[in-house]
């Protein structure tokens, strides 16, 4: 058996002692998950088992290495796994992952196991399990333990265990000191165990068993940041930003060619397209002006090849206009999306054709094309050589045998093809079978490239991402092969060579030009960015999903080197993985998954998904775009952190400063506040000028954090009623405030451009140059600049309008698609059969049409499923609702099992889960309601009203109104955690009352009260 971990996880630990106690040898094998070798692991650890079968769940891990140790212990293995394991890892989390609510939910479990020893010496009676195994493996790293008071027969339990002699055979191979929680960070694909939320137990029994050792971090500022901060905190006239009309390098400063991979002009994009290329290559560039360097962004549609003129025919038009439909599609998606390219073009242009037959020329003429023969299928019907995606048939490779598979890939098994080797191939314009024939195409030499292109990647690939240095060195490591270059196409480029006129460039060697040619349609001056003059440096920064770094780091570098005119080569590939749909892909003819056109159905502000888009970035894995996800991030990072902080701060100073900035006269506390934010202003910077976008929001949000933290502490609207010294104190907190307001704005702008410019018209200030060589806070608003009016800077996604999207995007729509694609699809069928008997040309077809049936029944069931949970009556009041609910709670919960066990699709039994825990809310909801009934039928008390001391009652009532006064005036700073404190006092007043008067409390299940 093999144990795949990674290194210092904990839970590695866990699977070697358990498999130490069951007596079976073990291989531990340590992984990275970003490693492609290992991309079929989903978690770390996993037990693969020799006969090959991997287990990942330590739970099942232990019950399948232990057979029958009862109940109790698989209770306590449950416990471990969904209540121990996270509340661990988010108390041993550091910096911003850090959850100070972490350590009671802690103390409460601790309590539980050391209750759980009093009686037994083991946790599932007299002798050891694997339940004692797994959980003192989760307690022994990190030294949780360490300090704990009050927990002696956990103590006892602990060296019981650990004195066992095959715990020490283990932890002689695994020291304890090299294991920690924050490794569980790196052992999924969802950054380790945080998204599983803290379980908020029953906390008035834990008394604080563990030590709280964790300083705050303001006790890790030093000296020399509080006097950086001290020395910057002054206030200079910004620079403008200035937008010149055309954008060229300069000698002697710094010049960023920012490229985004060319998207295909045949579809439309959708939101893992959107981050993977074009947002990102856009938030970068935004950074890159704001930090004052000549940046000039370029993209445009890839519209030449195979893909387009599939497209034609499915869509019944010429390429021509295939491309000028979609090109307007794209264009009006990235203008509404906020895309600020400098030019946005085309590969159908004059300027394309010039430059791509001339790079041709000059790779002949340097040597490195060679003419090769190559075999390839002719259709004689359409009398046309066909190219890979215009051949279908049944997939090569051993143990697919996908009917379907198009002849450069098969779909199924996801492994490249070669057109000449699918099984029954067949022409997808006529269904005819084509013949294998000879044609000439020319080759690139990439082989002879080879040795200048490994000397060049050797200097280059410093500043490349992680993947896209795997994936070009793996390259290198088979060694490069000639790529052909032509193809027996109508839509593409000419060739400009004798016997070659009437084919075309294949379109990787005529696409990647087109970052050349759209330049020449800005300016006439494009050489001097794609071959800058001696003493002129030129940085190209290329953003790009995983799968097109091999013609960004291989291909296309080779034919310039080739070329060997002192062509702008990458420096940096930034490459990211791939976003998915929620749990799947997107598809758009399923109807899953959220389009570019989609986006600005939704109603949710451009600007939103900009923000969530780059937050949820996969630039180490890959991510997935989850509803819930958005909603979660808008309504606690952007309304309760950022915007919360930013509307309290300038209607603090709107309402009591008549909207001038007061003065900053700084004490020890904001010194401190400064040096916080300016470790975050660095961190920001480092991350954008690494184009890692999604540290760059983490720094951005700790910032406003501070903020928030700050405010709350100092209670300046505590201040302001005080002395005039308190007073003052209160300016300081409110200038202080503001200000990080308009650097927030700044550091705002490359991800959400019209937010920041709103909050920019509300601070009536512009924006102002981040200096990236020295990220020091300083003075950007002086005492005395008048702001503008303030006003929340967004709104609240409710869950209801989030399910609304969840079931729109999920597929159900694509019902009545999959329908009509059923029939088009049997009316092919049956015109097939009537004009051949030759069942190699319309079984392939038939199986089309099969599988489109299973779609559409997948689709009623998914339409079905959604409407289940509307379609439940909702249950009277009464005992016999609660033995119904009982009873479908049971049925419910039988079929959830049964679907478990039968697949481990989450899409075929997540509704039904739903469906179960809504029945489990009613049954909840019933109960409490029939336990309140008879409290409520009963007859009132004798009214005290008549005894009740008159002078009493006055002075509770003026209390109250008094009061009520300043619970009003709270809330109107929008800070929860600043009024609900008071408004607890305000009902605990009333409740005095109502007991003195026995009138009850009005408004006690009033409008907008929530159930406790």
Known sequence: MIIYTNDGNPLGLQLLMLAKFAKQPVQVQLVNLNDAKYKDLLVLPTLELDNGLRLFSPAAIAKYLFVGEGQQRDEWLEWSATLLAPALAHHMAVGHKADANALPVLNALVKKLDDKLKATPYLAGDKPSAADIAIWSLLAPDGTLKGAQNVDNLRDWYGRVKALPEVQEVLAEQPLKDLSFNALQ???????????????????????????????????????????????????????????????????????LITSALPYVNNVPHLGNIIGCVLSADIYARYSRSAGYNTLLICGTDEYGTATENKALAENLTPREICDKYFELHNAIYRWFGIGFDYFGRTTTQEQTDIVQEAFKDVLKAGYIITESVEQLLCQKCDRFLADRFVEGTCPHPGCGYEDARGDQCDKCGKLVNATE?????????????????????????????????????????????????????????????????????????????????????????????YVSMTKRYTKEYQQWWQPAKGTDVELFQFMAKDNVPFHSVVWPSVLLAINKGHTLVSHIMAT?????????????????????????????????????????????????????????????????????????????????????????????ELVLLALINRELRGYINSMEKAKLRDGVRHLLAISRHGNGYMQSQQPWVLLKGTDDQKTRASTIIGLCVNIACLLANLLFPYMPTTARTLFGQLNAKQTPLNAEKPLVTLLLPAGHQIGKPAPLFAKLEQSFIDELKGKYGGAQATNDAAQAVQAQADKVRELKASTKDKAIWQPEVTKLLDLKKQLEEAKKKTATAAAPAATPAPSNGS?????????????????????????DKTVWQPEVNILLDLKKQLEAVQKAAKAAPAANAAPAASPAATADAAKVKALEDK??????????????????????????????KNELAALTGTPVAGGQGKGKKKK
């Open 186 to 256: 790196q052992s999924n694909r969802y950054g380790g165990l945080h998204h599983v939320p803290l379980k908020r137990l029953s906390l008035a029994d834990a008394s604080k068993l563990l030590v709280d050792t964790t300083p705050t971090v303001a006790d890790t500022v030093t000296n020399e940041e509080i006097s950086a901060a001290k020395a910057t905190f002054t206030y200079t006239a910004p620079k403008e930003i200035k937008e010149e009309r055309t954008v060229l390098p300069k000698p002697g400063e710094r010049n960023v």
């Open 880 to 904: 016999q609702s609660v033995q119904d609910l009982e009873k479908a709670i049971q049925e419910q919960g039988d079929k959830v099992r049964k679907l478990k066990g039968s697949t481990k």
């Open 960 to 989: 109250i109104a008094q009061q009520a006064e300043k619970v009003r005036t709270l809330k109107a700073t929008g800070d929860a955690a600043v009024w609900k404190p008071e408004v607890d006092i305000l009902l605990s007043l």
């Open 577 to 669: 993985e791939y976003l998915n749909y929620e749990d799947g892909k997107f598809s758009k003819s399923r109807g899953i998954g959220v389009f570019g056109n989609d986006a600005q159905e939704t109603g949710i502000p451009a600007d939103v998904w900009r923000f969530y888009l780059a937050s949820a970035r996969p630039e180490g894995q890959d991510s997935s775009f989850s509803w819930n996800d958005l909603a979660a991030r808008n309504n606690s990072e952007l309304l309760n952190n950022l915007g919360n902080f930013v509307n309290r701060a300038l209607v603090f100073c709107e309402k009591n400063f008549s909207s001038t900035v007061p003065g900053v006269i700084t004490t020890q506390d």
């Open 422 to 514: 699918l099984i029954r191939p067949r022409c997808k314009v006529c269904n005819s079978a084509p013949v294998l024939r000879s044609s000439d195409q020319l080759f690139i030499d990439l082989p002879k490239a080879e040795p200048q292109l490994k000397e060049w990647v050797d200097k280059s690939e410093g500043g490349w991402t992680h993947n896209a240095k795997v994936i070009t060195r793996a390259w290198l490591k088979e060694g490069l092969k000639p790529r052909c270059i032509t193809r027996d196409l109508k839509w593409g480029i000419p060739v400009p060579h004798e016997g070659f006129e009437k084919k075309v460039f294949y379109v990787w060697f005529d696409a990647p030009f087109g």
